[in-house]
T-cell receptor, first 117, second 112 residues
Framework: GAVVSQHPSWVICKSGTSVKIECRSLDFQATTMFWYRQFPKQSLMLMATSNEGSKATYEQGVEKDKFLINHASLTLSTLTVTSAHPEDSSFYIC?????????????FGSGTRLTVV | GESVGLHLPTLSVQEGDNSIINCAYSNSASDYFIWYKQESGKGPQFIIDIRSNMDKRQGQRVTVLLNKTVKHLSLQIAATQPGDSAVYFCAENIRGYQKVTFGTGTKLQVIP
């Protein structure tokens, strides 16, 4: 159980265009999802916390107008990279929170490799 | 805060030997810790977790040790196999808070 599906697994786009990445919880409801970015040989950097039915909470330094997050249902959160530039090329990973006795464990999607050319 | 590193430390281990991966966590208030395995091009995969009221927990071929005094966490992998080659991250969480903070990561290379 607790499977998170992320789509697409990779995407190449032209500079200036927008790209949408989907994150779905397949067998459970996720009121909270998280979006991470990971550069090569680095750790996961939390970008934002996505809450169903409300605005996302962005980490310091992450532009909310550039990285649009929508969490319209309990099983789907989307991240749209707007006006993408080569420096946005990265590995984007979503995760969903599984509540357990007050602590939070995560299950992760398989990631999306974004290349902006 | 977030842990960011430009270079992943690498641990090379002979197949069949035991591996020990270490992690220093940052927040003394953290009370839940998780080890993740990340293979190239994939998302992190849960391995094992431990709460702060424990100092040791065992799984299948893996053991996590927690030393709260020095804020240190370790992951021991018994009889390391080529399939264990990956990057391993420790992560910490505080009860009641959603945010999970990841450590820098360690690349494990298993030599056949």
């Amino acid at each position: 159980g607790a499977v998170v599906s992320q789509h697409p697994s990779w995407v190449i786009c032209k500079s200036g265009t927008s790209v949408k990445i989907e994150c779905r919880s397949l067998d459970f409801q996720a009121t909270t999802m998280f979006w991470y970015r990971q550069f090569p040989k680095q750790s996961l950097m939390l970008m934002a916390t996505s809450n169903e039915g409300s605005k996302a909470t962005y980490e310091q330094g992450v532009e909310k107008d550039k990285f649009l997050i929508n969490h319209a249902s309990l099983t789907l959160s989307t991240l749209t990279v707007t006006s993408a530039h080569p420096e946005d090329s990265s590995f984007y990973i979503c995760s969903a929170s599984i509540t357990g006795t007050g602590n939070y464990g995560y299950t992760f999607g398989s990631g999306t490799r974004l290349t902006v050319v | 805060g977030e842990s960011v590193g430009l270079h992943l430390p690498t641990l090379s281990v002979q197949e069949g030997d035991n591996s020990i991966i270490n992690c220093a966590y940052s927040n003394s208030a953290s009370d839940y810790f998780i080890w993740y395995k990340q293979e190239s091009g994939k998302g992190p995969q849960f391995i094992i977790d431990i709460r702060s009221n424990m100092d040791k927990r065992q799984g299948q071929r893996v053991t996590v040790l927690l030393n709260k005094t020095v804020k240190h966490l370790s992951l021991q992998i018994a009889a390391t196999q080529p399939g264990d080659s990956a990057v391993y991250f420790c992560a910490e969480n505080i009860r009641g808070y959603q945010k999970v903070t990841f450590g820098t990561g360690t690349k494990l290379q298993v030599i056949p």
